[in-house]
């Protein structure tokens, strides 16, 4: 079966502009998570969704950093007014229940954004 | 907080070559724990994982056992591969907060040479 996408899987642009990276869970799973994988941080957490419930925002590491989930489906991280210490890959997970369940989380291939 | 620390690479081997990746945690209680593996160009994939202490995970000839007493997850593999060269990362899943993230180790890049 499909598993998780993210779009793009590049993105380039240039410092102070806004970006949406988009992320397209496993259908069924009612949890999902964005990661950042950076040179200088490694991998850390961003955010969490489980169903309809309010989001965990405690890994976003400014106010320029926002997330949505549509539907209890598709994610959009926004950055907004990039800065080049933004640079890294983002990464999406979801899993069928989030949470202290045993469940997996997967991974999706990632956007590699670069902020010029 | 809860934390995970891995031996820092690269590792290069030789082909059949016995291979250990250390990695300790520190967490209150027992946390399940993971060791994920990115191969070139792909995407974050489990690799194996312990959910309680003593446990053994294994999963294509790679093995680890979670080890409360020394705080430990070291993975280990008999004879290693040229396709087992990939970046390899050690990680628990935190029981606080009730989001169930994984918290990550700084990554173990392998370079296994024929």
């Known amino acids: 079966g499909a598993g998780v996408s993210q779009s793009p899987s590049n993105k380039v642009t240039e410092k102070g502009k806004d970006v949406e990276l988009r992320c397209d869970p496993i259908?069924?799973?009612?949890?999902l998570y964005w990661y950042r994988q950076s040179l200088g941080q490694g991998l850390e957490f961003l955010i969490y969704?489980?169903?309809?419930?309010?989001?965990?925002k405690s890994g976003l590491p400014s106010d320029r950093f926002s997330a949505e989930r549509t539907g209890g489906s598709v994610s959009t991280l926004t950055i907004q007014r990039t800065q080049q210490e933004d640079s890294a890959v983002y990464l999406c997970?979801?899993?069928?229940?989030?949470?202290?369940?045993?469940?997996?989380?997967?991974f999706g291939p990632g956007t590699r954004l670069t902020v010029t | 907080g809860n934390s995970v620390t891995q031996m820092e690479g690269p590792v290069t081997l030789s082909e059949e070559a016995f291979l250990t990746i250390n990695c300790t945690y520190t967490?209150?209680?027992?946390?399940?724990l993971f060791w994920y593996v990115q191969y070139p160009g792909e995407g974050l994939q489990l690799l194996l994982k312990?959910?309680?202490?003593?446990d053994k995970g294994s999963n294509k000839g790679f093995e680890a056992t979670y080890r409360k007493e020394t705080t430990s997850f070291h993975l280990e593999k008999g004879s290693v591969q040229v396709s087992d060269s990939a970046v390899y990362f050690c990680?628990?899943?935190?029981?606080?907060?009730?989001?169930?993230?994984?918290?990550f180790g700084q990554g173990t890049t392998l370079q296994v040479k024929p």
């Open positions: 259908s069924g799973h009612t949890a």
């Open positions: 312990a959910t309680k202490a003593d």
């Open positions: 969704f489980q169903g309809n419930s309010a989001p965990d």
């Open positions: 967490a209150t209680g027992y946390p399940s």
């Open positions: 997970a979801s899993s069928l229940r989030g949470g202290d369940s045993s469940y997996e989380q997967y």
């Open positions: 990680a628990l899943k935190d029981g606080s907060g009730n989001t169930g993230k994984l918290i």
